[in-house]
């Protein structure tokens, strides 16, 4: 993703050394109450938003990074939220505008970070003894139906954010069925199942709401507890921007 990102920087920069930029950048303290929002999508390649934002957040976004893997700083960097509204001098791509964001988070935050290795107490996702039970997308294959009470997997980075939501932060299994066995600590989910490729397949939650029990018996995957090694992006500063 990253290596992507910066060929494309490359590529569509102004002139050569010249760092991809919003033509113009909105940044104002947010008075909103509504969950963060960012909108990089191709729908729009001018437009930009982000709202409701941290800095940790708009850091995870414009890097790539989950936001546990985001450290140091000040304290507001995890707190104090944001509004950001720009645009693009000419049509962008998704990933351009990411580059974007990454040059006005240097230029109004005055960001500037490292990375350093460290490990982290998470549930790692891993294939299961038996193997995994999906497949990667073929084409031809039957698109399976959504129904109530069910989620697509489409990937292991797509599901990894799912589970982060609903382990890591807690928040209610999105179905009914058999309780789990035991309450899952609240810890991060970081991918080791060495799966890649586009996936098209579905999972019943209706039967159980043990995600271990799930995980297990449709997709051949398991959770496990331990110290996983992750490289951290530490923020060496950040200051407030200036509204405007």
Same mark, same amino acid.
Request: charged share 20%.
């Given at each position: 993703?990253?290596?992507?990102?910066?060929?494309?920087?490359?590529?569509?920069?102004?002139?050569?050394?010249?760092?991809?930029?919003?033509?113009?950048?909105?940044?104002?303290?947010?008075?909103?109450?509504?969950?963060?929002?960012?909108?990089?999508?191709?729908?729009?390649?001018?437009?930009?938003?982000?709202?409701?934002?941290?800095?940790?957040?708009?850091?995870?976004?414009?890097?790539?990074?989950?936001?546990?893997?985001?450290?140091?700083?000040?304290?507001?960097?995890?707190?104090?939220?944001?509004?950001?509204?720009?645009?693009?001098?000419?049509?962008?791509?998704?990933?351009?505008?990411?580059?974007?964001?990454?040059? !006005?988070?240097?230029? @109004?935050?005055?960001?500037?970070?490292?990375?350093? +290795?460290?490990? %982290? &107490?998470?549930? =790692?996702?891993? $294939?299961?003894?038996?193997?995994?039970?999906?497949?990667?997308?073929?084409?031809?294959?039957?698109?399976?139906?959504?129904?109530?009470?069910?989620?697509?997997?489409?990937?292991?980075?797509?599901?990894?954010?799912?589970?982060?939501?609903?382990?890591?932060?807690?928040?209610?299994?999105?179905?009914?069925?058999?309780?789990?066995?035991?309450?899952?600590?609240?810890?991060?989910?970081?991918?080791?199942?060495?799966?890649?490729?586009?996936?098209?397949?579905?999972?019943? !939650?209706?039967?159980? @709401?043990?995600?271990?029990?799930?995980?297990?018996? +449709?997709?051949? %995957? &398991?959770?496990? =507890?331990?110290? $996983?090694?992750?490289?951290?992006?530490?923020?060496?500063?950040?200051?407030?921007?200036?509204?405007?």
């Amino acid at each position: 993703m990253w290596s992507a990102i910066a060929v494309a920087a490359l590529v569509s920069a102004p002139a050569f050394g010249q760092a991809l930029a919003f033509e113009v950048a909105s940044v104002k303290p947010s008075t909103a109450t509504s969950s963060p929002v960012t909108g990089a999508g191709p729908n729009d390649p001018v437009t930009f938003t982000a709202h409701v934002m941290t800095l940790k957040l708009l850091i995870a976004s414009a890097y790539d990074v989950p936001d546990f893997q985001i450290s140091g700083g000040p304290v507001w960097a995890a707190s104090d939220r944001f509004d950001i509204d720009a645009k693009a001098g000419s049509p962008s791509t998704p990933s351009q505008k990411l580059v974007m964001l990454r040059t !006005l988070l240097t230029d @109004r935050f005055q960001l500037a970070f490292h990375h350093e +290795q460290s490990t %982290l &107490r998470a549930y =790692a996702l891993v $294939v299961a003894k038996d193997g995994s039970k999906i497949h990667p997308a073929r084409e031809g294959d039957p698109v399976p139906a959504l129904l109530p009470g069910t989620l697509p997997v489409r990937g292991m980075k797509q599901l990894t954010s799912i589970l982060n939501v609903y382990l890591r932060l807690n928040m209610q299994f999105p179905s009914t069925g058999e309780p789990p066995l035991s309450e899952p600590e609240p810890l991060p989910v970081i991918d080791q199942t060495g799966l890649t490729g586009d996936y098209n397949t579905v999972l019943d !939650l209706r039967r159980s @709401r043990d995600w271990f029990v799930v995980l297990e018996q +449709q997709l051949g %995957l &398991r959770l496990e =507890a331990r110290k $996983v090694p992750v490289e951290m992006l530490v923020i060496d500063n950040a200051v407030k921007p200036l509204a405007n």
